[in-house]
């Protein structure tokens, strides 16, 4: 069955470094691809999404490419702020019912 | 819109109780979800429906817990009984099958069973 791994947190960083969250699947056909982020306290919310191989997602200075020959969708962005702390959720949707990663908690410091 | 709303934000029962978690979709939604998301197992999806049919119900761990809807506005969550390993956050969500696939998320319940 489909599925998503993603890397183990948490990912600890100073304020305007470089954050990359690794995460790559498994799944047949071509599903589309998502980051979801969940602030403390919140339901999960739409960072972004690509829905064929080569699509770049953009959202907040967030990015990810769609990588359909390494079959991955790592989240990069390129000076974190404080504000970004939370958990971030790699997920596929290739027939109506999602797959979720088990999220990456990202701490950001003053 | 008001996005998706759930009710109550907060529930704290005792053992044995019946718990009843309340769910209204956005507007215009055909699909609707229930995830039950806990430190150790991480974010577990319970059931889905489809036009108010429940297509996947694989998700639920046994037979204490059942959810209805009734109809397009509308879902509840039933425990009973209540265990206080059931004690989570139960979220529901929902979209249009077919069309862009994200979903979105409510609020959540934070369940606690002592």
């Known amino acids: 069955g489909d599925s998503v791994t993603q890397m183990e947190g948490p990912v600890t960083l100073s304020e305007e470094a470089f954050l990359t969250i690794n995460c790559t699947y498994t799944a047949t056909g071509y599903p589309s691809l998502f980051w979801y982020v969940q602030y403390p306290g919140e339901g999960l919310q739409l960072l972004l999404k690509?829905?064929?191989?080569?699509d770049k997602g953009s959202n907040k200075g967030f990015e990810a490419t769609y990588r359909k020959e390494t079959t991955s969708f790592h989240l990069e962005k390129g000076s974190v702020q404080v504000s970004d702390s939370a958990v971030y959720f790699c997920?596929?949707?290739?027939?109506?019912?999602?797959?979720f990663g088990r999220g990456t908690s990202l701490i950001v410091h003053p | 819109d008001a996005g998706v709303i759930q009710s109550p934000r907060h529930e704290v029962t005792e053992m044995g109780q019946e718990v009843t978690l309340r769910c209204k979709p956005i507007?215009?939604?055909?699909?609707l979800f229930w995830y039950r998301q806990t430190m150790m197992r991480g974010l577990e999806l319970l059931i889905y429906f489809n036009n108010n049919v429940p297509i996947d119900d694989s998700g639920m761990p046994e037979d204490r817990f059942s959810a209805k809807m009734p109809n397009a506005s509308f879902s509840t969550l039933k425990i009973q009984p209540s265990e206080p390993r059931d004690s989570a956050v139960y979220f529901c969500a929902s979209n249009v099958a077919g069309e862009t696939y994200e979903q979105y998320f409510g609020p959540g319940t934070r369940l606690t069973v002592t």
């Open positions: 997920a596929l949707e290739g027939s109506y019912i999602p797959t």
């Open positions: 507007s215009g939604h055909n699909s």
């Open positions: 690509a829905t064929k191989a080569d």
